[in-house]
Structures are given as structure tokens and as C-alpha cells.
């Protein structure tokens, strides 16, 4: 199995949509999991509908599903990813979180975003934005208007990162609580951009992913492959 997240994909990096690209085209797993933030914006499944970056990008998945197993877990930037976009594409959408059973062991699969307690302004955005009638009232608008207000939140969050704003992580006690309600040893998460892997007491662990960008010195074009023994490696693809 392999995981990936954090690509943020975006018409303006077609550097890294280009690896992502050829990474789809040759991963070789048994089933691949994307465990959020495939992109930088989603506005709503319709922009899959025409001629376009999204349209491309549903292309590419669409060929992936037809391999192998394609299971996508939404992030805080692609949330609005719906049924509609899965069942164009054939990948299958994933709670968060989800316990996933490889071999015999258990991994709890999250974006991670719902862990960072302490980020309380992002957690009462995610609570909106998350609302079904929020949502339900944002895609009844016109296509470009999502598109103009997605534009504006990722400024936003780009002046945010220029003016050195330090993010939370994950908290410790959160994950631990998660990892025994769901009786799994290792979390798999994405979203802090950490790529590491921290032992939380003496028997349960979270690895993180890294993210991916193809600008980078050097680039961040990361997999991760958790084999059925139990084997945790990361695959560079740069």
C-alpha cells in the first residue's frame, strides 16, 4: 500500500502536477491512498466537468482507478471533494478518520487536521465550513464566484505564511486517544508538512507525510509504502 498528501495541486505549479502526473501513472502498489490536500482549492465537483486544471487532474485519477485500488480522504483544501468526482473518477471516498486493516495489523488514517487542538481559529473554520448547510449554500453559487472566494482565502493564507505565522501540530494526548478508541497501534496523517515519525508512549506511534512540491532545493516528491508485514518506508520520487 502507499499513501500520499499535501500536493496542493494548483494551475500554477505544473512542476509538481507533472511528478504527481507520472507517480499515478507507475506506482505499482497493491491500492493508494490519498489522505487529503490533493489540492490546493476544490470549489465543487462541477469544475471537473470542463475543459480545464480540475478536469486534467480527474483524468489522472480516473486512470489510476482503473489499476488499482484509489481511496481519497479529504483535507482542509479539498473538502468539498463529493460523490460526484468520485464516481467520475471510480476512487472511493474515506471517513475521517478510517481504520484501515493490512495483514494483520490495524493503521488509523487521518488528514490530521481535526488533531491540531490548538489552532482554534482553523478548527472554528473547519466547523463552518464542514456544516452541511454551509456547504449546500456555497456550491448553490456560480462557479466563478467560488472560484473568486477560494482565490481570496488562499491569499489569505499565503500572507498568513509570509508573516511567519508558526502552525500547530498534532496534539499527543488527541492522537493517543484516537489511536485507542479505533484499537490501532500507528496513525498515518498528513497536514502539518512535518514528514517524521514520533513515538507517542511505548506501544503506539503516528507517522507523518511529507508534502510535495517539484520547486523545492531540493524538491519534496515523497510516497510513503507500508508493506504486509508491517514495513514503513518512504519512496522519493524526485
Given at each position: 500500500m502507499e499513501f500520499i498528501s499535501d500536493l496542493h495541486l494548483q494551475a500554477a505549479e505544473p512542476s509538481t502536477f507533472e511528478?504527481?502526473?507520472?507517480?499515478?501513472?507507475?506506482?505499482?502498489?497493491d491500492a493508494l491512498f490519498i489522505l487529503g490536500d490533493l489540492f490546493e482549492a476544490w470549489v465543487g465537483d462541477d469544475v471537473a466537468q470542463q475543459a480545464g486544471f480540475e478536469a486534467d487532474c480527474a483524468a489522472v485519477l480516473r486512470a489510476?482507478?482503473?489499476?488499482?485500488?484509489?481511496?481519497?480522504?479529504?483535507?482542509?483544501?479539498?473538502?468539498?471533494?463529493?460523490?460526484?468526482?468520485a464516481q467520475a473518477t471510480g476512487m472511493t471516498l474515506v471517513d475521517d478518520p478510517t481504520v484501515f486493516t493490512f495483514g494483520d495489523r490495524r493503521w488509523l488514517l487521518s488528514h490530521?487536521?481535526?488533531?491540531?487542538?490548538?489552532?482554534?481559529?482553523?478548527?472554528?473554520?473547519?466547523?463552518?465550513?464542514?456544516?452541511a448547510r454551509w456547504q449546500q449554500q456555497f456550491l448553490a453559487q456560480p462557479l466563478a464566484t467560488r472560484q473568486a472566494m477560494a482565490r481570496s482565502v488562499r491569499n489569505e493564507s499565503e500572507q498568513l505564511k509570509q508573516g511567519g505565522r508558526d502552525y500547530a501540530d498534532v496534539d499527543t494526548a488527541t492522537a493517543l486517544q484516537w489511536l485507542a478508541a479505533a484499537d490501532a497501534p500507528v496513525l498515518v496523517h498528513g497536514h502539518t508538512h512535518r514528514p517524521r515519525e514520533h513515538e507517542l508512549d511505548?506501544?503506539?506511534?503516528?507517522?507523518?507525510?511529507?508534502?510535495?512540491d517539484a520547486n523545492a532545493v531540493?524538491?519534496?516528491?515523497?510516497?510513503?509504502?507500508?508493506?504486509?508485514?508491517?514495513d514503513v518506508r518512504r519512496i522519493g520520487l524526485a
Amino acid at each position: 500500500m502507499e499513501f500520499i498528501s499535501d500536493l496542493h495541486l494548483q494551475a500554477a505549479e505544473p512542476s509538481t502536477f507533472e511528478a504527481w502526473r507520472r507517480y499515478m501513472a507507475n506506482v505499482g502498489a497493491d491500492a493508494l491512498f490519498i489522505l487529503g490536500d490533493l489540492f490546493e482549492a476544490w470549489v465543487g465537483d462541477d469544475v471537473a466537468q470542463q475543459a480545464g486544471f480540475e478536469a486534467d487532474c480527474a483524468a489522472v485519477l480516473r486512470a489510476t482507478a482503473q489499476r488499482l485500488p484509489l481511496f481519497f480522504l479529504v483535507g482542509n483544501r479539498d473538502f468539498l471533494v463529493g460523490v460526484g468526482l468520485a464516481q467520475a473518477t471510480g476512487m472511493t471516498l474515506v471517513d475521517d478518520p478510517t481504520v484501515f486493516t493490512f495483514g494483520d495489523r490495524r493503521w488509523l488514517l487521518s488528514h490530521g487536521d481535526a488533531l491540531c487542538i490548538d489552532d482554534h481559529a482553523y478548527l472554528a473554520f473547519r466547523a463552518q465550513v464542514r456544516d452541511a448547510r454551509w456547504q449546500q449554500q456555497f456550491l448553490a453559487q456560480p462557479l466563478a464566484t467560488r472560484q473568486a472566494m477560494a482565490r481570496s482565502v488562499r491569499n489569505e493564507s499565503e500572507q498568513l505564511k509570509q508573516g511567519g505565522r508558526d502552525y500547530a501540530d498534532v496534539d499527543t494526548a488527541t492522537a493517543l486517544q484516537w489511536l485507542a478508541a479505533a484499537d490501532a497501534p500507528v496513525l498515518v496523517h498528513g497536514h502539518t508538512h512535518r514528514p517524521r515519525e514520533h513515538e507517542l508512549d511505548g506501544t503506539h506511534r503516528r507517522i507523518v507525510l511529507s508534502d510535495w512540491d517539484a520547486n523545492a532545493v531540493p524538491p519534496r516528491l515523497e510516497a510513503l509504502r507500508i508493506t504486509r508485514e508491517g514495513d514503513v518506508r518512504r519512496i522519493g520520487l524526485a
